[in-house]
């Protein structure tokens, strides 16, 4: 913690410099005590499977001599608590490398990157997907990787909360001059009280959690740090008559 500098209350240039360098303190600290924050949010994300590793192994030891059965399921829990630590780390290298990153833009299709990005990721959901594009391109300033992560994220999320026998609508438009980007699912939607927290590292409605929805809790917060990166804008409302609707606003310069 740094403390704020004495300033003296006259009216010249070191009055203006002392009140400038206890700005940059401020947020200084304001910064440390998000780093804290962050760096207790993910300890703590990650002892939870670990603890429960360290159980199923002691338990494996303690017993599997004499209860051969309990291994295999043991074995299971392990492997799966283990991938679950294994995507926790990566999306926090992948959120931590972010911090530093400036990216490049370029004049993009974005009706074309929705068809190639849906096309490569079409194998992985069982969710019908309906495609309703702007006639002709539209053309936004963005990063091509950053594009196809956020549709991959959103897509991805439409998937996992709501059912499976329920469509998920693409749609692409030009509001207000703007390309924009609409991801709408028929689920149980986002209530206002959590609408802007979903953005937030490690932040999952208790509903995804109490259903075991797997999850980290880290995908919109990509999202939101690739939406800022990339100049756009992105904003949840509520679908008829029920679920989710994301939509993003790209830049065009
Ligand atoms: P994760 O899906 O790994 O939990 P995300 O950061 O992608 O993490 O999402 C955070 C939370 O926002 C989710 O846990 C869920 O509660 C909520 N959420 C995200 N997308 C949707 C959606 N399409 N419909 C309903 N809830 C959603």
New binding site residues.
Partial sequence: YHEALPVPDSPDEIHDLGTEINQLLKSLNEQVLRDHQFVSDASHELRTPLTAIRGHISLINRRGEQHPEIIPKSLKFIDEESARMQTLVESLLRLSRMDHVTIERQPLDVNQVVQQTVENYQAEISQPLQLDLTAGPLMAMINLDSLQQILV?LLT??N???PADQPVTLTTSRVNGHPTLAIA?L????DDDHKAK?FERF???D??RSQEIP???????IVSRLVTLNHAQIAISDHQPHG?V?TLTLATK
């Fill in positions: 994220a999320n439409a996992k909360y709501s699912d689920g149980t939607g986002i979903v932040y999952r409605v509903q995804a999850g980290t809790g880290l995908g919109l917060a989710a994301f």
